[in-house]
């Protein structure tokens, strides 16, 4: 019993410690998910690329920097997984049994990362690197000691350039992005881990990479002088590409999204905002945040669908520092983190 119990948690953990576990894209920008999403008319920040390139064209000095996003879904499954690796060096193998069944699908997290090539008033190049995976089952079979695995996972590394500036004598701006997707990857497995360490597939395994693709997105903003009111609007994924993986049927439709917002600053240390993203479709939702300056140090907050957002941000001579957090769920947080340089 005990040596099954231990090839079983050692495999299931390099199993999953070796995948790469996530629910869905993660939206980057650490600012802008700690005001709730309500950035399309803000947008002024080196997270602009995503959410409104003609905020690009607002930002004054040269930038570089990166951001990490991170959704997580079911943390009590991954709280599981510490306790079963702790379990299982104290040799306490009937505890190791227990949480064999106490873990839950679905589970995952879901990493974004941004890295900012440069970013100027009027051009920038920016990676986002995104992934996407979800388990559907983890079942742990007590007559075969054996546990059923379902998972599939998908990422994507699109590169922007993005070309922003004001028109001529007018309070508009405008920007786009030309995404090219330089890599996909996609990977779907249905297994059963046995004692003996060997994997039976109940389902054959895929792997599949996909054809670079382009993509574009466009953006506007509308500055009313003398209000400290500022409209937005941004297409993403205007013609909709689709993106094909070796090996599979069914391709990865990237939908055409419109997102509209309204931001009010009454002075330069106060900033509120409000989105509406999916502004067609029966899935629109709606987004709210705030953003008091305390010069050294911001505070922020928000609603994102109905779900509160927070976060604060640090500016330190040429650097500065956000954090962002959300709980969807109880056992659903996101967190991101970023870290920018002006020069």
């Known amino acids: 019993m005990r040596r099954y119990a231990k090839l079983l948690v050692v495999g299931v953990l390099v199993v999953i410690m070796g995948s790469k576990f996530a629910v869905a894209f993660t939206s980057p920008g ?26 690009l064209s607002k930002i004054e000095n040269l930038r570089t920097g990166s951001s990490l996003s991170m959704a997580v879904r079911n943390i009590e499954s991954w709280k599981k997984f510490y306790e079963l690796a702790d379990a299982l060096q104290k040799g306490e193998y009937g505890k190791v049994l227990d949480l064999l069944n106490e ?91 046995l004692p003996t360490g060997e994997l039976y597939e109940l389902d054959p395994e895929q792997i599949g990479k996909s054809k670079p693709i382009f993509s574009l997105d466009g953006g506007v903003l509308y500055e009313l002088k003398g209000t400290g009111l500022t409209l937005g609007m941004e297409v993403r994924d205007v013609f909709e590409p689709h993106i094909k993986f070796e090996n599979f049927d069914k391709e990865l439709t990237l939908s055409r999204k419109i997102n509209v917002g309204l931001s009010y600053s009454p002075n330069p240390q106060i900033i509120l905002s409000a989105d509406v993203h999916n502004l067609f479709e029966k899935n629109r939702t709606f987004h709210f945040g705030t953003e008091i300056n305390f010069y050294l140090m911001k505070l922020r907050a928000g609603l994102s669908n109905g779900v509160f957002t927070w976060g604060l941000g640090v500016d330190v001579g040429f650097f500065n520092l956000d954090f962002g957090y959300s709980k969807e769920k109880e056992n659903n947080p996101l967190i991101s983190i970023a870290l920018g340089v002006n020069i």
Not at 30 to 55: E, H, I, K, Q
Request: aromatic letters at 16%; charged letters at 15%; hydrophobic letters at 45%.
């Open 30 to 55: 650490t600012r802008a998910l700690s005001m709730g999403g309500a950035f399309t008319a803000v947008a002024d920040d080196m997270s602009c690329v995503f959410w409104n390139p003609a905020g």
């Open 103 to 193: 873990i839950e699908t679905p589970f995952g997290v879901a990493p974004t990362l941004t890295l900012e090539g440069f970013v100027t008033p009027r051009l920038a190049l920016t990676a986002i690197p995104q992934m996407e995976t979800e388990v559907f089952k983890f079942i742990y079979d007590e007559r075969t000691f054996s546990i059923e695995v379902e998972d599939k996972e998908t990422l994507l590394v699109p590169l922007y350039l993005t070309i922003a500036t004001q028109l001529p004598q007018s309070s508009f701006w405008i920007g786009g992005n030309l995404k090219y997707f330089i890599y996909g990857f996609k990977h779907y497995s249905h297994f059963q881990f």
